[in-house]
C-alpha cells in the first residue's frame, strides 16, 4: 500500500514537471502550481508521519521530519490563499511562520538520522564534517549573497524574515556536506535520500533569491516551482528506506576525504577571489573558518598518527592475550645482540635463553573450555613478568610456550629466576569460579658457552626443555654431552645398541606395607649403565628413546626383565609385587595388552603381582581409548596405578570412570608434610587418602626421606610407602625385604592399625 501510494505521487510529480516545460513562461495554474502541488506536499508529510505511527524504531525520526514537512506545507497552503487575486505574493506572510517552524524541525530529524550512523565516529571526523560544510556554504554565500541583499532591503521584520530563509539554508548546507563527509564510509539509503532533499531545497531557494531579487529565468522559475515537491518527497521516503546492516565481515575502508577536500579548495578559491572581486563579508568569513577548522584537524591528524604509529609499533611486538612481548620483538632482541657480537669479536656478552613450556594446560582447555584456558594465559603474562623482577625480557612463543631473555647472565642467573619463574606459574590460578594449577619444564641454554647464533641459542633451549619435561624436571641446562645435535646422534645409536644387547639394568625401590610393616612391592626404574659416562638415568635418556622410537622396546625389555625377576622372587618363597612405569604411548600401542599376557604366562606370575603406573595427567590426551586399555588390563587381574596423583586438576572429575586400584601421592605432596604438618599440603593428603578409601583403592606415598613423615602418612592411614628413608633403589641382588627399622619401630607401626 505505501509502495503505491509512493508510486502514484512519484507519476504526479513527473506529469507536473512536463506541464512545467510545454506550458508557456507565463501561464500559471493556481489549481494546479497551487492547490494540488499543496495537496501533493501533504500527502507526502501525512506518509512520513504515519511511519512514526507504525514504526516505534523510526518514530523519532520520522515524526520529527513528518512534522517538519507539514509546517511547510500548511505554509503552501496560507500563501496559496493569500495570493488569490493578487499579482504578486505579500513579502510577510502567516506563512512564514509555518515555514520558518520547518528549519528546527528538519534539524532534529537530521540530527536523529545522523546519530544511527555515527556510534563508530571519533572527534577528528566531525571536524571533517565542520570543514566540508563550512567550504560549501561559503562557496554559496559567495554568490548568492549579493542577491539576498538586494531581496531583503525594505521594513526591519522584511529583511529579518527574508535573512531567515538563506541563514537556515546556510545551516542545512552546512549539515548535508558536514554529515555526507562523516559517513562517507557509513552512508545509508536514509541519509542518502534526507541528504537529497535538503539540498534540492537550498537550491530551490536559491533561484528563488534570484527570481524574488530580479533576475528572472524560465529555468529559474521551473526550478523554483518544481524543488520544493521533489524534496519533500525525497525526504518523506526517506524514513521508509529499508536499513541495512553492516557488513561486518568486510574489510573496514579508511575514511574518505574526496569532499573535506573539495570543501577546502571551495574555501581558499572564495579567499582568493576575494582578493580580485568584491566578495561578501559573510563568504569571507565563512572561508577563514574553514581554513581554521583545517588547521585544527591537520595538528589532531599528527598528534593522532603519531600516536597511531607507537600503538602499531607496541601491537606488532606484544601479545595480544599476555600482555608480553612476542616472536617478532624476540627475533629484534636476537639478531640486535649477535649482530653487536659479531661487530666486536673481542668482547663476548653473556646471554641466557629459557624455553619455558606450560605443563597440563592442554588440560586445563578440554576440561574446562579454550576461554579459560585464556584466562590462564591472561593472569600468567603479568606473573612471568614479575618473576624477572624488571631484568630480562618475557616473550609468548605461541599456545603454552614461552621465553625468557636475561642479558649479562651465568647459569647462577639463569637458575635464579628458573626457580622464580616455576613458583610463580605454581601458584593456583583463578578462573572464574574454578581454581586450575599448572607447572612449567624449562630448558636454559647459555651464551656463549651454548651456541653462536640465535636460531641455535633457542634449539638448545628447547632440547633441554624437552628434556625437563620428559624427567619431570622443572628446569635443565643445555648439556652438549647429551643434548648435541652430533652427541645425540651418537649417543642415541648407542642407546639402540644397549637396549638390543640388553647392556641396560633395572633398580628396584621397596615399597613398606604399613599395615604390618613388610616389604611387599618394588618400583622398578630403569637404568643404563654407560661404558663412559657411568650410570645414566631415566630423565637423560629417556628423551633419547623417545626421539629415536626406542620407547616401545625399552617398555617392552623392562617388563621381561622386571617380571622375570618377580618370577625369581616367588620361586624363593618372597611373594613380591612389581610396579612398572608405562608411558601413555605405549600403554595405547596395539598389542600392548597381549605383550603383557604373554609374558605373564612365560614367566608364571599371577597378574596381581604386576602393577602398571601411568600419570594422571597423560590419560586425559587421550581418555576415552585410556579407559578402554585401563578396564581390560583391570579383567585381566593388572592393578593400575595413578602415578604423581595430585599433580594435575582433573583427577576427581575422571577419576570415577577409570577401573584403577591404587593412588600414588605426588611427591611434591609429602616433602614438607615434616616441617608443615598444618599446612595445605597435609590437608591435601589427608583429603586424598581418605578419598582413595572410600573409593576402595590403595594409597601409596613417594619421597618419604625421614621418620616423621613415616609417622604422619601412617597416622593419617597411608597403605603403602615409598622413599630414601626406606631405601634407595638398588640392583635385584642387593635388595632387602626385610623392615627398614628395627623390629620394635615396625611393630609399633604395625599396632597403629
Known sequence: MVAMAYALLVALLLAYAISLVVRRSDQQWTWLDGWMVCAFELA?????????????????????????????????????????????????????????????????????????????????????????????????????????????????????????????????????????????????????????????????????????????????????????????????????????????????????????????????????????????????????????????????SARRLRMITEERHRQANTDELTGLGNRRQLAQVLDIFFDEQRADERRTREMAFLFVDLNSFKEVNDSFGHPAGDELLRQLGPRLAASLEGEGLAVRMGGDEFAVVLMDADATAAAKVAHQIVDEITKPFILHKITATVGASIGIALMPHDAKSAIDLMWCADVAMYRAKLGNTAFVFYDQQLDGEEDQVTLSESLRDAVNSGDLTLHYQPQLDMRNGQITAVEALIRWPHPTLGLIPPMKFLPLAEKAGLMWTLTTWVLNEALGQCAIWHRRGQCIAVSVNVAITELLQVGFLELVEELLTRYDVPADYLVIEITETTIISDFVRSQEVIRDLRRLGVLVSIDDFGAGFTSLAYLRSLDVGELKLDRTFISSLATQENSRDFEIVRATINLGHEMGLRVVAEGIEDVTTLEILNDLGCDIAQGYYISRPTSADKISFQSHEAPARVDTLAGRH
Open 44 to 300: 507526502a508529510s501525512v506518509l512520513c508521519i504515519s511511519r512514526g505511527l507504525r514504526n516505534r524504531s523510526s518514530r523519532p525520526v520520522a515524526l520529527s521530519l513528518g512534522s517538519a514537512l507539514l509546517m511547510w506545507s500548511i505554509g503552501d497552503v496560507l500563501l496559496t490563499a493569500e495570493s488569490i487575486g493578487r499579482s504578486t505574493a505579500p513579502s510577510v506572510s502567516v506563512a512564514d511562520v509555518f515555514y520558518l517552524l520547518f528549519y528546527p524541525l528538519a534539524y532534529v530529524a537530521c540530527v536523529l538520522l545522523f546519530q544511527r550512523g555515527t556510534y563508530r565516529i571519533n572527534k577528528p571526523n566531525w571536524l571533517d564534517g565542520i570543514v566540508a560544510g563550512g567550504g560549501a556554504s561559503a562557496l554559496c554565500a559567495a554568490f548568492a549573497f549579493h542577491s539576498i541583499n538586494h531581496f531583503t532591503g525594505g521594513s526591519t521584520l522584511s529583511t529579518t524574515v527574508n535573512l531567515a530563509y538563506p541563514i537556515g539554508d546556510f545551516l542545512l548546507l552546512l549539515f548535508v556536506f558536514g554529515g555526507s563527509a562523516v559517513l562517507s564510509s557509513n552512508s545509508t539509503r536514509q541519509w542518502f535520500l534526507m541528504a537529497s532533499g535538503l539540498i534540492v531545497i537550498v537550491v530551490g531557494d536559491t533561484f528563488n533569491v534570484f527570481q524574488a531579487s530580479g533576475q528572472v529565468s524560465r529555468f529559474g522559475s521551473d526550478i523554483n516551482s518544481f524543488a520544493w515537491p521533489l524534496a519533500i518527497l525525497l525526504m518523506s521516503a526517506s524514513v521508509w528506506a529499508p536499513r541495512r546492516f553492516t557488513n561486518l565481515l568486510r574489510p573496514q575502508h579508511l575514511q574518505g576525504f574526496i569532499i573535506t577536500a573539495l570543501a577546502t579548495v571551495a574555501a581558499l578559491g572564495v579567499l582568493v577571489s576575494g582578493t580580485l572581486n568584491e566578495v561578501s563579508h559573510v563568504a569571507i568569513g565563512l572561508a577563514v573558518g574553514t581554513l581554521v577548522v583545517i588547521g585544527i584537524r591537520l595538528t589532531i
